[in-house]
């Protein structure tokens, strides 16, 4: 069994209208709100053993804020491929991480990551930003995993949702 966590970035400032939105900044809210979804990782024992986010600005400082908080120790994996990315290109890049690593979390953007949860568990979770989906995968090696690999939610936290 492979774990898989799917994260949207946390909410982005829209102060500076001319930057491009791969530059946009995490506001206020998403400065406080990645964080406290790496608490989340922490408290509940998911610290990932492999985290591959977006290159844009705002997934990689969610990232980062998430990986502190969470005491994750690994590097963490940057791709241009996962910007405006569909269910098809996370998965691709998922099918070639290591075998040995049990647990991955991908920091994204919406739609693909709402529509990623509902493609590998059949459910359809509403993911905004800094949403955090835990799958549980049914399969023992990530070249396994498929268009057509049917996980189970597990749960999803929402920043709004949890106690302040």
Same mark, same amino acid.
């Given at each position: ?12 400032? %829209? ?13 206020? @809210?998403?400065? !406080? ?8 990782? @922490? ?37 241009? !491929? ?9 998965? #691709?890049?998922?099918? #070639? ?26 459910? %359809?979770? @509403? ?13 023992? @090696? %990530?070249? !396994? ?11 999803? %936290? ?7």
């Amino acid at each position: 069994m492979k774990t898989l966590l799917i994260l949207r970035h946390a909410k982005s400032s %829209w102060d500076n209208m001319y930057l491009s939105d791969f530059e946009r900044p995490l506001s206020k @809210r998403g400065k !406080d709100d990645a964080p406290r979804m790496g608490e989340v990782l @922490r408290r509940e024992e998911l610290v990932p053993d492999l985290i591959i986010s977006s290159a844009a600005k705002r997934a990689v400082a969610t990232a980062q804020l998430a990986a502190r908080a969470c005491e994750y120790e690994n590097e963490i994996t940057f791709t241009r !491929d996962f910007y405006h990315a569909d269910p098809d290109s996370y998965i #691709e890049v998922l099918s #070639e991480v290591d075998d040995e690593v049990a647990s991955v979390m991908v920091v994204g953007h919406n739609p693909g990551i709402e529509e990623l949860v509902e493609q590998i568990s059949g459910v %359809w979770e @509403r993911m905004p930003t800094a949403a955090l989906a835990q799958i549980q995968l049914p399969i023992e @090696r %990530w070249g !396994d995993l498929t268009f057509d690999t049917s996980g189970e939610l597990i749960t999803v %936290w929402r920043p709004k949702e949890l106690a302040a």
